[in-house]
C-alpha cells in the first residue's frame, strides 16, 4: 500500500511545525529537571555555571512554553477538520511561528549566558521580570500577545468562514479567556499584595481554567477520531466543563488568596470550588469509553471491527481522565483545604500537585495529539502500538507518579517537623531540609526523573518511527 507522506492542509503541516518545537522544549524540561534535581542534592553542581533559581526558571517555563506551542499546533490540526477549509491567512500563520520559535530562542539563551542584570527597568525589559513562571522579559511579553493575537485572528476567520462545531465554538469562547487572562502578568504594581493578586489570574485562571477547557475540546476531539465517539455526547460533556471551569474556576482561584492578605472566607470558597474543576472531564470519559465499550461488545459478535483508531492516542487519552483526576482533583485537593493549607503551603506539596498535574491535565492530551497528526500525515486508517509506545507511557507515567509521591513524602516532612513542630521558622525550614526523609524523598525525585528522561526519548523514537510499524492498516 502506499503510503501517504504529507497533511491535507497547509494548516496541519503549520501544526506539525509546533509539535516538533514542542517535543524539543520537552526534552529542554525534563535536562533541566534533572539538573535543579542534582542541585538540590548537591548544590555545588554547575555552580558559577548555571544558578539553580535560573536552571529551575528554564525547567519551569519551558514546561509552559512546550505546552502552549502543543496547544497552538493542536488547534491548526484540528481547525481545518471542524471547519472544513483551509486556515484562512496561514502564510501569516507561518511567519508568526518563526517570530515566535526566535523569541523563546533569545530568551532562554539570555537565561542561561546573562542570568542577572541591574537592578533597574533595563533588567525587566531585556533579561527577566523576575515573577515566578511569567519571568519573560517584558520585550518578550508584547511579542507573545502579537503572536497570541495573530493566532486568535487566523482561528475566528477561519471559524466564520467555515462549518460551525460546539468543539469550535469552545475553543474560540476559550481563546479569547487565553489572551485576556495573560495581559493581567503584564503590569507592575509597587504594592506587593496587589501584584501577586494579579500575578495568581494568570497562573492560576490562565493555567488552570482556560487550560483546563482547552483540555476537554482537545478530549472531545480526540474521542471522536480515535474512537469514534458520538459528537452530542462529547459535545454535551464540554459545555459542562465550560459551565464548571469558568463558574468554579474563578471561586476556586480564591484558596490562593488568604496569603495575600485577603479576608479569611476566600479560604473555604477556594477550597471548595478549586476541587470541583477536573469533574467533568472525568465524566466525559467515563460516558464515551463505557458508550464505546458497550458498543464494542455488542457488535463483536457479528465480527465487526470496533477497535481504535489509533492506539497510543487512546493510551495516552485514557491517561489524561485518571491524570487529571489524580493530579489536579486529588493532589490539588491534598493542600488546599484551609484547615490543611496552613501548614502546607509553600512545601513541597505544591511541588507534588504542580508535577502530577501538569502532566495528568495537559501532558498527555497533547502527546495524544502528536499521535493523531502522526496518523493524519501518513495516511493510516489504524494506527497500532509498538513497543516503543508502551514502554514510552509507562516509563513517563511511572517517572512521574514517582516523583510526585517523592515529594509528597518531603512536603509532609516539612509539614511535621517544619511547620507543625517548630513553627514555620526560617531555622525549622532549615532543620527540615536536614533530615533523612527529606534527602531520601530528594534521591527518589532524581531517580524517579531520570526514569521519565528514559521514557521521553521512547516517545521521540516512536513519533519517528511508529509511521513504519507493519501492524498499522493504511487507507
Known amino acids: 500500500m502506499q503510503r501517504q507522506n504529507s497533511y491535507k492542509y497547509e494548516g496541519q503541516k503549520l501544526a506539525s511545525w509546533y509539535f516538533t518545537v514542542a517535543m524539543i522544549l520537552f526534552g529542554a524540561q525534563l535536562l533541566l529537571g534533572l539538573v535543579v534535581a542534582i542541585q538540590f542534592i548537591y548544590p555545588s553542581f554547575l555552580y558559577n555555571v548555571l544558578d539553580f533559581s535560573i536552571a529551575r526558571m528554564i525547567h519551569i517555563n519551558a514546561m509552559v512554553v512546550w505546552m502552549l506551542y502543543a496547544m497552538i499546533g493542536a488547534v491548526y490540526y484540528l481547525l481545518p477538520e471542524e471547519t472544513g477549509i483551509e486556515v484562512v491567512g496561514v502564510g501569516i500563520a507561518k511567519l508568526l511561528f518563526w517570530i515566535l520559535t526566535l523569541a523563546v530562542t533569545v530568551v532562554v539563551l539570555v537565561y542561561i549566558f546573562i542570568q542577572v542584570g541591574p537592578a533597574d527597568d533595563s533588567t525587566i525589559w531585556l533579561i527577566t521580570e523576575g515573577r515566578e513562571y511569567i519571568e519573560a522579559p517584558r520585550w518578550a511579553d508584547i511579542g507573545i500577545v502579537v503572536v497570541v493575537l495573530g493566532f486568535l485572528a487566523n482561528t475566528f476567520l477561519t471559524s466564520m468562514k467555515g462549518r460551525r462545531t460546539g468543539i469550535m465554538t469552545v475553543i474560540l469562547s476559550d481563546m479569547i479567556a487565553l489572551a485576556g487572562l495573560y495581559l493581567a502578568g503584564m503590569f507592575f504594581t509597587d504594592n506587593i499584595s496587589m501584584d501577586q493578586y494579579w500575578w495568581w489570574w494568570v497562573i492560576h485562571l490562565w493555567v488552570e481554567a482556560t487550560w483546563e477547557v482547552f483540555v476537554g475540546a482537545l478530549a472531545a476531539y480526540g474521542l471522536i477520531k480515535v474512537v469514534g465517539a458520538n459528537r452530542q455526547i462529547v459535545e454535551m460533556w464540554l459545555w459542562i466543563e465550560v459551565a464548571m471551569l469558568f463558574g468554579s474556576g474563578i471561586l476556586g482561584l480564591g484558596h490562593h488568596y488568604f496569603w495575600i492578605g485577603t479576608p479569611e472566607y476566600w479560604w473555604e470558597i477556594g477550597a471548595l470550588f478549586s476541587a470541583l474543576e477536573p469533574l467533568p472531564l472525568v465524566g466525559m470519559f467515563v460516558h464515551v469509553l463505557y458508550d464505546w465499550g458497550k458498543e464494542k461488545g455488542m457488535k463483536a459478535a457479528t465480527g465487526e471491527d470496533m477497535s481504535s483508531n489509533n492506539t497510543p ?63 493524519g500525515k501518513h495516511g493510516i486508517k489504524k494506527l497500532r502500538a509498538t513497543f516503543a509506545s508502551k514502554m514510552a507511557i509507562f516509563l ?80
Open 396 to 475: 513517563i507515567t511511572f517517572g512521574v507518579v514517582g516523583m510526585t509521591i517523592a515529594l509528597t513524602i518531603a512536603g509532609y516532612e516539612q509539614v511535621l517537623i517544619a511547620r507543625a513542630q517548630l513553627g514555620g521558622t526560617w531555622e525549622a525550614y532549615f532543620t527540615a531540609q536536614d533530615q533523612l526523609w527529606m534527602a531520601q524523598a530528594m534521591n527518589w525525585r532524581l531517580i524517579m526523573g531520570v526514569v521519565t528522561t528514559v521514557g521521553f526519548f521512547y516517545l521521540a523514537k516512536d513519533l519517528l518511527t511508529i509511521s513504519k510499524n507493519p501492524e498499522n492498516v493504511y487507507e
Open 313 to 375: 492516542a487512546l493510551m495516552w487519552l485514557v491517561s489524561n481522565g485518571f491524570g487529571n483526576f489524580l493530579g489536579a482533583g486529588i493532589w490539588g485537593f491534598f493542600h488546599t483545604l484551609p484547615q490543611v493549607n496552613i501548614y502546607t503551603h509553600g512545601t513541597q506539596f505544591t511541588a507534588a500537585h504542580g508535577h502530577l498535574a501538569f502532566f495528568g491535565a495537559y501532558a498527555t492530551i497533547l502527546i495524544a495529539m502528536f499521535y493523531i497528526a502522526v496518523q
